[in-house]
């Protein structure tokens, strides 16, 4: 079954950089477009960044815009979001996404707070 395992998150000071990574299985990796989601405390989940099966579309949420960026390597089935000038508003759990038949499949999340 399909499987989504986030790491890389953690602690880091306003204006430092991360990077996610999100190991995928259980599917085609190569031929499904992928997605990064985030949900802050006591807000909704939100759709951060999305990356197309062979990396030729990327397309950012406007809040992200210019400071992250996706990419993928499907010889190794993974993903990443790299994350520069973080700020306190991207406190949050990132969720790496993939919807296949209808079926929308999560990870478990990985934590990054930004934060002084």
């Known amino acids: 079954q399909v499987q989504l395992v986030e790491s890389g998150g953690a602690l880091v000071q306003p204006g430092g950089s991360l990077r996610l990574s999100c190991a995928a299985s259980g599917f085609t990796f190569r031929v499904e477009n992928m997605n990064w989601y985030r949900q802050a405390p006591g807000k909704e989940r939100e759709w951060v960044a999305s990356i197309s099966s062979r990396s030729i579309t990327l397309n950012y949420a406007d809040s992200v815009k210019g400071r992250f960026t996706i990419s993928r390597d499907n010889n190794k089935n993974m993903m990443y979001l790299q994350m520069n000038s973080l700020k306190p508003e991207d406190t949050a759990v990132y969720y790496c996404?993939?919807?296949?038949?209808?079926?929308?499949?999560w990870g478990q999340g990985t934590q990054v707070t930004v934060s002084a």
């Open positions: 996404h993939v919807r296949r038949w209808g079926v929308h499949n």
